[in-house]
Each structure stands twice: as C-alpha cells, then as structure tokens.
C-alpha cells in the first residue's frame, strides 16, 4: 500500500491567503484525522471523520478552518485567512475499524505562513 | 483531564549504551497504549499498541512495556540510525477515537 499521501508538502504563503491541504487515506481505512505539529503545543488533534462524516471538531481552533471529506479517498483542510500563527506540521493520519486502533500518519504539510 | 507525560525531554547515547524512556500517563479508561518514531521531517510511524498491564511487544532493538500507570521504551544496544523523536499516544475510554500524545522524548545515538 501507498501509505497515506498528503499534498503539498510545503507551502509558503502571505498572510490573508487561502490555503487548502489535501489527504489520501489508506484504501479500506474508514477514519481519517487532522493534526496540526508545533514545538510548542506538540501533536493536536484538530477534526476526525469516520465514513467521511465529521464526528468531532472541536479541536478546530476557528472557524477560518474548515475540513471536508468528499468521498471515501480524499479529504481536504482549509483555513482561510490564513495568519502566522497557522505556521506549523499538519498531518493526515487514517485507521481501519477492523485489528487495532493505530493510526498510520502521511509525511505531514509544512505550512509557513509569512 | 487525560495527561500523557513523556520523560526525559532529550537522551544522549552512545551506540551499545541501553536505556528506558518513559511515558506515564493519568486517564480515566485506557483502552490502548501507543507508541511512534518520529524522525525529522517526517510522519510519527507507529512502533506498538499495548492494551493492559504487564503486557510487551518488541521489535529489534525495542521493547515496550506497560504498567497501571506508566509505559517503558526500553532500547537495547542502540545504534545511530534509533535516533528519532520518540513519541507515546493514549486511547481512552470515552475519548471517541482520539489519541492524547505526549510531547515526545527526543533520542540521539551517537557512534
């Protein structure tokens, strides 16, 4: 399997601009998750979806973010405007229901927004 | 409130030289015990899952433990290429699929 894929892995952007993450699950993987990596707050969970429905969002920290999930292979983060304060690692993660509750993480966005 | 406490924030090892990190944690239901390697640049890759205590896993040079209210990375013999980030996640009951990491123990082994 591929593993989970995320595009861009870089993205530098002005302040006030639009920025949309986008993440390929595992095939068969009926979760996926957001997380946003910075050295001062660590790993945060920020939105979840299973079967491509959000559960729970309350990690989101405004509403400048906003987390889709079209279909079962594709799911897109977007925070818009985006600040310097947004500058951090996000990374999509995704698990099946069936075995364990491990979650298998992507390569993670780097986003620096200037 | 669900804490996941990782010590020592960094370790520094010469290559052959074992040690232990730790992970103890204060959660109303554990319901599994996770343990990730960062490395720079990168997505946490998942190591092990433990579910109760006295349980181990291992694998390679790693060796996991779980107690009521801690968990063990215990790293026989390291080599250069174990320097990572290393990274332990709850999941506990109620927590509705959420993993509460901790802030990770970052790893150098130097030859």
């Known amino acids: 399997d591929a593993g989970v894929i995320q595009s861009p892995r870089h993205e530098v952007t002005e302040m006030g601009q639009e920025v949309t993450l986008r993440c390929k699950p595992i095939?068969?993987?009926?979760?996926l998750f957001w997380y946003r990596q910075t050295m001062m707050r660590g790993l945060e969970l920020l939105i979840y979806?299973?079967?491509?429905?959000?559960?729970?969002d309350s990690g989101m920290p405004e509403d400048r973010f906003s987390a889709k999930m079209p279909n079962a292979s594709f799911s897109t983060l977007k925070i818009q405007p985006s600040e310097p304060r947004d500058s951090a690692v996000y990374f999509c993660?995704?698990?099946?229901?069936?075995?364990?509750?491990?979650?298998?993480f992507g390569p993670g966005t780097r986003l620096t927004v200037t | 409130e669900d804490q996941v406490t990782q010590s020592p924030e960094a370790l520094r090892l010469q290559e052959g030289e074992s040690s232990s990190l730790n992970c103890s944690y204060t959660?109303?239901?554990?319901?599994?015990l996770f343990w990730y390697r960062q490395d720079p640049g990168k997505g946490p890759e998942f190591l092990f899952t433990?579910?109760?205590a006295g349980e181990e896993k291992e694998k390679e040079r790693l060796k996991a433990t779980l107690t009521k209210k801690e968990s063990f990375l215990h790293i026989t013999a390291p080599k250069p290429e174990d320097s990572a980030t290393y990274l332990c996640?709850?999941?506990?009951?109620?927590?509705?699929?959420?993993?509460?990491f901790g802030a990770g123990t970052r790893l150098a082994v130097h030859p």
């Open positions: 095939s068969g993987h009926d979760y």
């Open positions: 993660a995704s698990r099946g229901s069936t075995g364990g509750n491990e979650q298998y």
């Open positions: 996640a709850v999941f506990v009951s109620g927590g509705y699929n959420k993993l509460i």
């Open positions: 979806f299973n079967n491509n429905v959000p559960i729970d």
């Open positions: 959660v109303s239901g554990l319901r599994g």
């Open positions: 433990l579910y109760s």
